[in-house]
């Protein structure tokens, strides 16, 4: 819920500076026409890059305490290369494949600070990539590796990518990553990941995952 609140404001910052660049646009009399024209284009400019950040923001799902947001499953299609199912309670079941022995997989975290933290604003996440890996190095270095990207953005504009460049100058928010550790995959192996504010933990959900944990230990 907190998310949407800050994504509203951003809306409503976006839609005031809509409608004061189509009014200025559209005013009749003005006597610097070009000054005109240029104000109206900045303004809407700037409406369309508010849109495209609430939008962003909107995309992240608020974290109140360590709470499960996916569970990921595991079904073996030949050696080394796995199929791999994640379901989210809100976005269904997506399925995968992974080549390698270990998985792995992370989220993008937007941490605010100062007032907006004081405000009571915690963090939020969004599913970054899930990824395999060789144990041997030779073969990580050689094979192809599987990398994908969980939450593409549709509109082309990554407000997290944009906070991590920016981060000098912006004191109010963090663009971070959280990541599970390297684990296992086994035929069979079904694995509930949980984030807190810290990042994200994986434990094993059956019998099958946590022999192949143990042994990976």
């Not at 809407?44 to 962003?56: D, I, K, R, S, T």
């Not at 030949?78 to 994640?86: A, L, M, R």
């Not at 399925?95 to 998985?103: I, Y």
């Amino acid at each position: 819920m907190q998310h949407e609140w800050i994504s509203g404001a951003i809306t409503l910052i976006g839609v005031i500076f809509l409608f004061v660049g189509a009014l200025t646009l559209l005013r009749k009399n003005w006597f610097m026409s070009w000054l005109r024209g240029t104000f109206g284009l900045f303004f809407l400019v700037v409406a369309c890059f508010f849109g495209l950040l609430a939008f962003n923001v909107f995309s992240y799902q608020h974290v109140i305490q360590e709470e499960p947001i996916a569970i990921v499953s595991f079904e073996k299609e030949g050696d080394q290369n796995f199929s791999v199912i994640i379901e989210e309670p809100e976005d269904g079941d997506t399925r995968f494949m992974l080549s390698g022995d270990l998985w792995q997989i992370d989220v993008r975290l937007l941490k605010w600070k100062g007032f907006i933290s004081a405000l009571g604003f915690g963090p939020g996440y969004k599913l970054g990539r899930l990824q395999g890996r060789y144990i041997s190095l030779e073969q990580e270095r050689s094979s192809k590796r599987t990398v994908y990207d969980l939450k593409p953005d549709e509109l082309g504009f990554d407000v997290w990518e944009s906070i991590q460049k920016q981060a000098s100058w912006l004191p109010f928010v963090d663009a971070v990553y959280g990541s599970a550790t390297f684990l296992p995959m086994t035929d069979g192996a079904i694995y509930q990941i949980s984030i807190a504010a810290t990042g994200l933990v994986a434990r094993p959900l059956n019998d099958r995952a946590d022999v192949a944990v143990k042994g990976w230990n």
